[in-house]
Every structure is written in C-alpha cells, then in structure tokens.
C-alpha cells in the first residue's frame, strides 16, 4: 500500500469520540441534549464579564478613587495597546495559530517608525504630514511581518510557535541593533504634533479608547458576519475539514496574520506618542499578555471558537487587577503578575470540560 | 478460563437521556455472538459498560454470578474483559511492543524489561498472523495492520472475553479471513466474542448467536442459524425492508457526459485513469481497501498533487487545483473520513450547512436569517432528524451528521457531485433514505459518483460501476453484468 500523503498528518481520531461507531445519538454526558449544552454555552460566554463585575465591585469597596471616571479611563487607556493586539491575536488562536512576536514586532515597528520620522521631517517640511507618513508606514510594516508570519507557515509548513519564536528574537535585536543598544527618541516638533493621538481625548474620552473600541467593533464585525470570520472558526475547529470544504485555507491564515500584524502597527501608532521613544525594553512581554487576554476572554487556545467580546473583557480584566492593586495596599504591587496566573489558571480550570 | 456475563436490568441515562432501558440477556462462555443494530440502538454504551469505560445507571452487571462495578477499564481487564476500539486507541509514535504492554509494562527491578515484552508481543503478532517486527513504529501501518495490533493487544492481556466493533470495516477479503479463522481459534479455547458488524453476511457466517437491540433495549437473541439475513435486517429496523433501493431509472438517452476523465494520474495511488458521468447518472466506484479511488478523486479535486490527467467539465477543460475551483466550475467531493474531513463536528449545524457557499449569505455581511431559512430547508429536504437546530452538529446520529455533510456538499448546486461511502457508519433506516436522496439527485439531471466498499449498495443504486485495483481501473460494469462475484472477480484481480 503506497505512503499516506505528507499533505497534512490525519489526526489519530477526535479524543472526545466515543468508541464505537455506533454511538448513541447524543454522543455522551459532555455533549448534553441541547438545552443544557446552550446553557453552558452562555454561562462561559458570561463567565469574563462575571469576574470582571465582581473585580469592579471589590476595587470599588477596597477604595474609594476607584470608581472614579478618572481612574476608568485611565485603565482604559492602559488596556488599549494590548487589547488591540488582542483583538488581532483573537483571530490568530481561534484559526488554531499563535504569534509570540507581537511585543518585539512593536517595539520595531516604534522604532522603525520613529527613525523614519526623524529621517524625513527635514524633506517632507510639514509636521502633520511626516506623522502621517509614519502611520502609514507602521500599519504597512506591521502588515508585511505578518505576510512573512503567514507565508512561513502556510508555505514553509512550519509550526506558528517555531517561526514567531524566531522573529520574536529577530524583531528585537534588529530594534536594539538600530538603537545601538539605547533608546530611539522621536524630534520634539514632531512629538508636539504626535502627542495628542495618545493624550488627547473626543467627548472626555481618551483617544485610545476610541480607537480600541472601533477596532474591538470591527473585529467582531468581521468574526461574526463576514465569510472570512467564519473560514477563520472554521479553520480552526478543523483544518482538513474546512480545506475539504472548499475553503482557501492557505490564504485565509495568512490575512489572520496580516491583521493581527496591522493591529500591532496601531497599538504602536498609539504607543509612540506616549513616550516619543522606543528601547530595547518597549513591549516587552506583551505577547503573554495579549494572549493572556484572549484564553482569559474564553477562547481556546486550540482554536476553532472564541469571541472578540469576551477578548476585550479578558484584557480589561487584566488591567484591571493590577489597577486595584495599584490603588490596595492588600497585596504587594510586585505580585501583580502572579494574581494575574491565578485568574488565567482558574479560567482555564473553569474552561477544561469543554473539549 | 470461561466467563459467564449476565446483564440484569441495565438501564443507562446521559443526562435527561436515557439510552438503555431495562436491558437483560446472558452471555454463556466460549461462544461467539452477533451484536446487532442500528446506530443509536445502545450496542456501543451497553458494550462500554461491560468493558468498564461506563458504570449502569441502575441495573447491574454480574460476572460469574457476581454483581461487578467496573471502576475502569483496566479493572475490566483485569476479568478478562477487553473491548477493541473501532476508532484505535494507539499511540502512532511508539512501537507496536510499546502498544501492546502500555499501561501493563513488565519490569526488572527499576528498569523495563524490553527483551521479554518483544518476545511477547512477536508472539501474539503470530497469532493473530501479522508479519512486522515488534519495533515498528506503529505509525508506519496501514489500517488494517493497526487493527490486528489492536487484536494482538488484546490477546497479551489474556482476554476471555473480546468485544470487536466493526472489525472488518478496514481489512481486505484475505485479513478477514485470517481474522476469521483467528476468531474460530479463540472460541475454541474458550473466549467468547461479542461482535458488532453492519456487515451481516459476516455475521450470518462467524456468530453462533445474535443480540438485536433497537431504540436503548434488548429485542431477542436467536440461534444465527435459524435467521436470513433479511430477517436480522427486519430484527433492526423493527419493520419490513423489501424496498432498500429506489427504482433505477436511467438517465436519458441522450444525456450528455458531465463530467469526462482521461489519463489522471496520482503518483503512488492511481494511474491513467479514464471514465465520465453523464447527467442524470449515478456512477460507482468499488474496490478494496487501498485500490486508490479516494485518492484518485482527491486528486481530481487538487487534493494531492497528480502528474497527468485531462479534466473536462461540461464540455470544457479544467486545470483544478483546490476543491474551491471545483466547486465554483460545479463539482464537489464529500470525503469517507466524515469526522476528520467532512464535518465540523464542533460547528453548529448552520455553519456546517453553509460553509461550501457562503457567498449566497452575504448580503454583503453574513446573513444569519438567510443562512437559518437555508437549514430549515435542508432540514425538511434531506429529512435531517435534529431536537434542536442550534446544536452542534456532534449531537447528530450517525446517519443524520451524514445526511447533514450530503446537504452541505450540494449547497453550491453542483452538477457533479462526488459521494464517498456516504452510507458508513449509518444504520439501516438511515441508509434508505441516502439511497433515495442518491436518486433523486440523479432524477434532477446531476452527475453521482458513489464510491463504496458495500457491494450490495453498488449493486443496487448504480447504473454503472468501475471497478479499481492497485490504482488501475479494471473494467466498467453496466448495471445488467453487475454481480457480487463479478465485483469481488475484479477487484482482487483473479477475473
């Protein structure tokens, strides 16, 4: 008998399947008749909101400055940067990918960015057109990394972890090396122009946050009602079946890339102005947090299902904890970190019936 | 060394479900039953609660007399009892001497005692007649040797009872013969087998009894001798089945050829393979486990790379690449692997109903009322049986995840449509109303192309079956010539 293809591996057979070929009609205990199965559905779709209501409650008995509009949007606008890669990386797990570039990717987009502006301003003359360029150019850059991500995987057949594993070091060195180990600092004319994009705010809110809600809106847009949402689920609940199905799957995983790349290059258009620098130590370890607030946000991090809400919430949920512990003195600031573990592990504790 | 079970009232419920109602009935010792039914009577959770994998919700299961609880099922095994998965529960990586002693490795002292469990496992290889070295990975098997390392397994736990669910589904005509006489061996020392099969001329031939469940309870047992094979068939569905296949009506005339291939060649499965379909025609495709239809038509579809071959679909040449160009010029392939590759079983129904024609549902943003008045039709069209139209399409039946993955295949509206094994893993009923559902796809002037490895069903549905061998197609029969025997005479190659 000839070889199986080298296509793709088969897997050896769906763990949650009864063994038999003859199963009865509603499989078994975890795969309940459907209202139950429904009403799980819902209680884990509601389970981030539920932790984040209850952390909103004990921030606010805890102390008082926290529910103030003030300290909102200020967590708010903390969480922008990470939740808008998050709502990128939400599309890359649920198509069954991961990217642990994204904290190198924008630390060398910021400075990638900022070196542009600077080299230009003199020829361009006009500020506001210089920053302009440079947005473009983050967005632009942000998209061909992921097309590099994409086309290493689909193409090169290598596994996601492997080929983000190796432009995780690759981005970063490559922002040290142009930093010569220091910080890249954008020009004071052009930071003046810049600045408001992060610190200015529409109607008392904080630019960001706009701009993390539109994102948010359009990523579940997209997810939810669009073709290539639905491809991208299925893709990931089963990749041979969807490439049955007809489904370009080569293609579609590629645009996961590519929008999760577009999404860095926002966080960083939003990020530069902040600080007006980049260093070797700019987004550092944002890749576990934005995928901390995807699992945290309820999708899984084998694929197939997964909601940009719940994403939104996870991360808010994140900022959040560390907030309270800001403001409390209860627990040390220093194990912000750990607290944080301990709600991934207890969401994933709660999320494990579910395979 | 005998083993006498005896269920007494067992009744099962997942949940609010209750899919065993009050089964009893004896199993004597050394004997080899027949299970029979439906998919969905009850036979595999029944079969799970002997071996261990389920405890009865009440009821009890006695063995020699004794009331037993199985905790596990290695606690199952340790009565003798062990139960042959029909999906294998093998680990690809490790060696078939590995498989067989996981989880029961023998030890010296601190270390594993390699030499003895190779020798072991080379012995319980020969008896079951397979001839690998004990080192193979057991990735680097086909199915069929899989299954008798399964089999092999079984014996080095030193069964005395051993349950077989669709054993024969992946071996050719000479593995089941082996596995036959290997069967007759074991009874004769005394272990009784319990095996399920769709395939009744096996059981007729190798069962001294047969159990019929329908619908979660116990139906009879009878002495096999005394019953046709049409009597079991009646056993399982509880009603007459005289009227399996729809009435052939054959294509007209001058029904002109829809799909027409020449010179396809896969490497490794098939080579310069010609035939065409004409509209209104059901065409199929029989030949042993291997003979490389699947692949053959996966690389029709761009599915695996193929050196030669000229593509002409209605009238015009096609160079496809991916089932997505097939689908968009009007063919498409439902794939035999339904869970691996034809259904998202985690997907709800609706999104497995659309996904091959999404572009009908977007206006221009996905339209979930278009999508579910698509279903509901689906729903009523292909008499797809569902409590709930926003369940995932895993808690279907067997036959009703098929008729789902049929009416997905044929969203696009193709004229060509390729079904593999579309009756696998479907009771009897359900089988039916493929069969008709074929027909009236054929009656509304498409192309079919039924690949199967039942020969009754070829016989019975097609106008004309081609028959592969090695990747080489044989012959084309035409409804009058077709014959079990002339099938089998083909594709074995003794013709």
């Known amino acids: ?355 | 060394m005998s083993l006498h079970v005896d269920f007494a009232a067992v009744t099962k419920d997942f949940g609010a479900v209750r899919v065993l109602h009050d089964v009893s009935f004896e199993l004597a010792p050394g004997r080899v039953y027949g299970l029979l039914g439906e998919n969905g009577a009850g036979k595999s959770t029944l079969m799970k609660i002997l071996a261990g994998y389920e405890p009865p919700s009440e009821g009890e299961l006695r063995i020699d007399g004794t009331a037993r609880r199985f905790a596990s099922s290695r606690d199952a095994e340790r009565d003798g009892i062990v139960l042959i998965h029909q999906e294998f529960n093998l680990a690809e990586d490790l060696s078939i001497a590995q498989n067989i002693f996981l989880g029961h490795e023998r030890r010296r002292g601190w270390l594993l005692d390699d030499a003895s469990m190779r020798e072991a496992s080379r012995q319980a290889l020969r008896q079951v007649g397979l001839q690998a070295d004990p080192d193979t990975r057991v990735r680097e098997l086909i199915v069929a040797e899989k299954q008798l390392v399964e089999i092999a397994k079984a014996l080095s736990r030193r069964a005395r009872l051993l349950i077989m669910d669709e054993p024969t589904a992946t071996l050719t005509p000479a593995e089941t013969e082996r596995l036959f006489a290997l069967i007759s061996q074991l009874k004769a020392d005394g272990v009784t087998i319990v095996y399920i099969s769709h395939k009744l001329d096996e059981v007729e031939r190798i069962t001294d009894e047969v159990v019929v469940m329908r619908d979660g309870r116990f139906v009879t047992r009878a002495p096999t001798a005394g019953l046709s094979r049409q009597q079991m068939a009646n056993l399982m569905v509880g009603r007459e089945l005289s009227d399996m296949f729809p009435p052939r009506l054959p294509p007209a005339p001058d029904a002109k050829p829809l799909l027409k291939v020449q010179g396809l060649t896969v490497p490794g499965w098939a080579a310069d393979v010609g035939f065409e379909v004409r509209a209104g025609e059901i065409l199929g495709f029989a030949g042993l486990v291997g003979a490389g239809r699947t692949e053959m038509f996966e690389g029709l579809l761009g599915l695996r790379p193929r050196s030669a071959g000229r593509i002409e679909l209605n009238g015009r040449e096609l160079r496809l690449r991916s089932p997505r160009e097939a689908a968009r010029h009007g063919l498409t392939y439902l794939s035999e692997d339904r869970k691996g590759k034809g259904l998202h079983v985690r997907l709800s129904l609706r999104d497995n109903l659309t996904l091959m024609d999404l572009d009908r549902h977007l206006h221009p943003l996905l339209d979930p009322k278009s999508e579910d008045e698509a279903l509901r039709q689906a729903v009523a069209d292909f008499g797809i049986r569902t409590r709930d139209l926003g369940s995932r399409a895993a808690a279907l039946s067997g036959g009703n995840q098929q008729k789902l993955a049929i009416a997905k295949v044929l969203q696009p509206q193709p004229q060509v449509v390729v079904l593999d094994e579309p009756t696998r893993g479907v009771d009897v009923g359900a089988k039916r109303d493929i069969y008709f559902l074929i027909q009236r796809l054929a009656g509304q002037g498409r192309g079919v192309v039924v690949i199967s490895s039942e020969l009754i069903e070829l016989i019975g549905l097609c106008h004309r079956v081609a028959v592969m061998r090695a990747g080489v197609l044989q012959t084309t029969l035409s409804a009058e010539q077709l014959s079990e025997e002339e099938l089998i005479a083909h594709a074995t190659g003794v013709h």
């Open chain 1, 1 to 355: 008998m000839p070889p199986e293809s080298t296509r793709a591996p088969r897997p050896a057979g769906t763990p949650a399947d009864p063994p038999g070929g003859s199963a009865p009609a509603w499989g078994g205990p975890a795969l309940g008749p459907g209202a139950s199965s429904t009403w799980r559905v819902k209680l884990q779709a509601a389970g981030p909101w539920l932790g984040l209501v209850l952390l909103c409650i004990a921030g606010t008995l805890l102390n008082g400055d926290f529910a103030t509009w003030d300290n909102a949007m200020n967590v708010l606008t903390r969480t922008a940067f990470i939740g808008i890669i998050a709502v990128g990386m939400c599309f890359v797990i649920i198509s069954g990918g991961i990217d642990l570039s994204v904290g190198s990717m924008a630390a060398l987009l910021a400075g990638s960015m900022i070196l542009l502006m600077n080299g230009i301003a003199a020829q361009v003359g006009s500020p506001l057109l210089t920053v302009a360029i440079g947005i473009v150019f983050a967005l632009v850059l942000g998209a061909v990394f992921g097309l590099v991500h994409g086309l290493l995987v689909t193409k090169g057949r290598i596994e996601p972890f492997i080929v983000t594993l190796g432009t995780l070091g690759i981005f970063r060195a490559y922002l040290t090396y142009l930093a010569n180990g220091g910080a890249i600092t954008l020009d004071g004319k052009l930071s003046d122009v810049y600045s408001p994009v992060y610190y200015g705010s529409l109607l008392g809110v904080p630019f960001p946050i706009w701009v993390f809600a539109a994102v948010a809106a359009v990523g579940a847009l997209i997810l939810n009602r669009t073709g290539y949402g639905r491809y991208v689920q299925a893709i990931g609940s089963n990749e041979q079946v969807a490439r049955y199905a007809a489904v370009n799957v080569d293609r579609i995983k590629v645009l996961t890339y590519m929008l999760l790349g577009v999404c860095v290059g926002i966080a960083t258009v939003l990020y530069v102005p902040r600080l007006g620098s980049a260093s070797p130590t700019t987004g550092l370890l944002w890749e576990l947090e934005a995928i901390a607030a995807v699992i945290v946000g309820g999708t899984a991090l084998k694929g197939g299902e997964g909601r940009i809400t719940g994403t939104v919430v996870g991360a808010v949920l994140l900022s959040v904890i560390s907030n309270i512990l800001n403001l409390t003195s209860i627990i040390s600031v220093y194990l912000n970190a750990a607290v944080q573990g301990v709600v991934i592990i207890i969401v994933a504790f709660l999320q494990r019936g579910r395979r």
